[in-house]
């Protein structure tokens, strides 16, 4: 099992370009979550999806950022017109479930993106 | 929402000491709690985690201990190693959501000096 991949691992866009992440989870897993981590903070939810369904995207910017989970291939999160404020790395996580027995979700390396 | 404050920010101990990071949660009905270790330029990945109906868990070296009264929780290291140098989150599942809706500590940059 590879565990979660996502792609590209580095990642640099001109301000006002497009931005688009790539997470494929772990084989048997249908849960994504994905996390931004600005530097030197912690981890914040951005977005919660199942195959097809944005389950909850409370933690998403209302305008340039959106994430799909589409029935084959990987999630994808993209942004739009990027800004310098963009600059972070994105956290993919997986699971198989949502039940409460089998929590733990598994990240995957992430991808840092910089704005230039 | 929920809000997650720890401390410290950095800690740095010898080799053989024990080490200890504590965090607070705001929202009452959070019920997971896990913690993370993360290395430089790495993935997060979960050492121990603790549910709400159990005060304390111990894996190894590694102990949590809950104080749902208080709304506190703690990561206690022992015997630390300079291979335990790395930056810890905790986190807390808010209530009504995902368990995967979790909410970070800011860290804490945990140093071992051999």
């Known amino acids: 099992n590879a565990g979660v991949m996502q792609n590209p691992r580095h990642l640099v866009r001109r301000r006002g370009q497009e931005a688009r992440l790539r997470c494929s989870p772990m084989?048997?897993?249908?849960?994504v979550y994905w996390y931004r981590q600005l530097p030197e903070e912690g981890l914040k939810f951005m977005v919660y999806?199942?195959?097809?369904?944005?389950?909850?995207e409370s933690g998403m910017p209302k305008e340039r950022f959106s994430a799909e989970f589409p029935k084959e291939g990987p999630s994808i999160l993209r942004i739009q017109q990027v800004v310098r404020g963009d600059s972070a790395a994105y956290f993919c996580a997986s699971s198989p479930t949502d039940d409460r027995l089998n929590t733990e979700a598994f990240f995957g390396q992430g991808t840092r993106l910089t704005v230039v | 929402g929920e809000n997650v404050e720890q401390h410290p920010s950095t800690l740095s101990v010898q080799e053989g000491d024990s080490a200890v990071i504590k965090c607070t949660y705001s929202d009452s009905a959070s019920n997971y709690f896990p913690w993370y270790k993360q290395e430089l330029g790495k993935r997060p990945q979960l050492i121990i985690d603790?549910?709400?109906?159990?005060g304390e868990k111990k894996d190894q070296r590694i102990a949590v201990t809950l104080n749902k009264t208080a709304k506190h929780f703690s990561l206690h290291i022992t015997e630390t190693q300079p291979e335990d140098s790395a930056v810890y989150f905790c986190a807390a599942s808010p209530s009504g959501g995902s368990n995967y809706k979790l909410t970070f500590g800011k860290g804490t940059l945990l140093t071992v000096n051999p």
């Open positions: 603790i549910r709400s109906n159990v």
């Open positions: 999806l199942q195959k097809e369904n944005i389950i909850d």
């Open positions: 084989k048997g897993h249908s849960h």
